[in-house]
């Protein structure tokens, strides 16, 4: 999904501790997020070929069950959105062609957003984002641990500079599967908070969730 589409669609505030949590800063540019994930079947743990293209293994995965519900009623909790997010907040359900159930929500005051997508079709985990999304990327900055799972941010196109406003996140909660959070960083924060430390914010948030979710 571009960063053009997640515009559009509408996203989440990055604000309140998520903005405390971060810093750096990045510069304005394109960004170009492509998302993975995998199966909503049965519990994976090391599927035949993956992971490939350099991916890192998923040492202990999820099942795919915690892919399966709405992402808008599962993905964070509403003690996550108010510290992630703050007030007000708009929110959006809708669906990813070709990758699976999306959500996002928006802070039109502080016009920061995030959008969580389950990929539930592909199979391919964050191999898929290794082979296809990261020649194409100009910031890629690999995860070692999202609350316990690989993953990595990634924005841009090579030789441009990097996005001051977006990035995403894209984590495998098991080898052949992922989800992605794709962050929009508001106006105010722009060159003062790096958007791939919210997005990976938010994913630690979303992970925290999923795995209370498959206990």
């Not at 405390?20 to 049965?42: F, H, L, M, V």
């Not at 406003?165 to 908070?193: H, M, T, Y």
Request: glycine share 12%; hydrophobic share 40%.
């Amino acid at each position: 999904m571009r960063r053009d589409v997640l515009v559009t669609v509408a996203t989440v505030a990055v604000v309140a501790g998520v903005v405390a949590a971060c810093t750096g800063k990045a510069s304005d540019g394109t960004a170009s997020p492509t998302s993975i994930a995998s199966t909503g079947a049965a519990p994976s743990s090391s599927p035949s070929g993956l992971p490939y293209a350099g991916a890192p293994k998923v040492t202990n995965p999820l099942p795919a069950s915690v892919l399966a519900g709405d992402p808008c009623k599962e993905a964070l909790t509403a003690a996550q959105t108010g510290f992630l997010l703050g007030a007000p907040l708009d929110v959006f359900n809708d669906t990813t062609p070709g990758v699976g159930r999306a959500c996002s929500w928006s802070n039109p005051e502080s016009g920061s957003r995030i959008l969580i997508t389950y990929d539930t079709t592909t199979g391919q985990g964050l191999s898929k984002v290794y082979q296809n999304t990261r020649p194409k990327s100009g910031v890629w900055k690999p995860l070692a641990s999202v609350e316990g799972f690989p993953g990595v941010g990634h924005a841009g196109n090579p030789g441009q500079e990097p996005p001051a406003d977006f990035c995403q996140v894209s984590v495998g909660l098991a080898d052949d599967l992922a989800f992605d959070v794709s962050a929009v960083v508001g106006q105010a924060k722009r060159g003062v908070v790096d958007p791939c430390d919210a997005a990976g914010k938010a994913a630690e948030a979303v992970v925290t969730t999923l795995k209370a979710k498959a206990a």
